[in-house]
């Protein structure tokens, strides 16, 4: 099984942060299939590649320790596929979905 894991820190209130996470998976063409406040689990879409290829995002909000404000967002992407090789279909899932986590935080300090 390929597993890739990020964690992120922000300083932006949960709230901002969990619509922003909402919106950099529905960027990445991903189907939600749960998300509460602390927690969002998307999909890919079933029919452009094989099943253990299809790969499955889990993020979790957790409030820092330190600081008041903000939130620590833990990244997993993973699928049923070996890693046989370093650039799989599951990192290339991870790597979209880093990039696009990484825009929208962008946009959020811009604002």
């Known amino acids: 099984m390929a597993r890739y894991t990020n964690l992120f820190m922000t300083g932006a209130p949960k709230e901002e942060v969990h619509q922003g996470l909402v919106t950099a998976l529905k960027a990445c063409d991903l189907d939600l299939v749960y998300q ?3 927690y969002i689990v998307a999909k ?4 452009r590649v094989s099943l253990a290829q299809l790969a499955t995002v889990e993020i979790l909000l957790n409030p820092p320790a330190v600081e008041p404000q903000g939130a620590k967002i833990d990244l997993i992407v993973k ?6 090789r370093q650039q799989n279909h599951c990192h290339a899932i991870f ?6 986590i990484s825009e929208v935080s962008a946009q959020e300090v811009s604002v």
């Open 79 to 84: 699928n049923e596929e070996l890693p046989l």
């Open 44 to 47: 890919e879409k079933p029919g």
């Open 36 to 38: 509460d406040p602390v």
């Open 95 to 100: 790597t979209q979905v880093n990039q696009a």
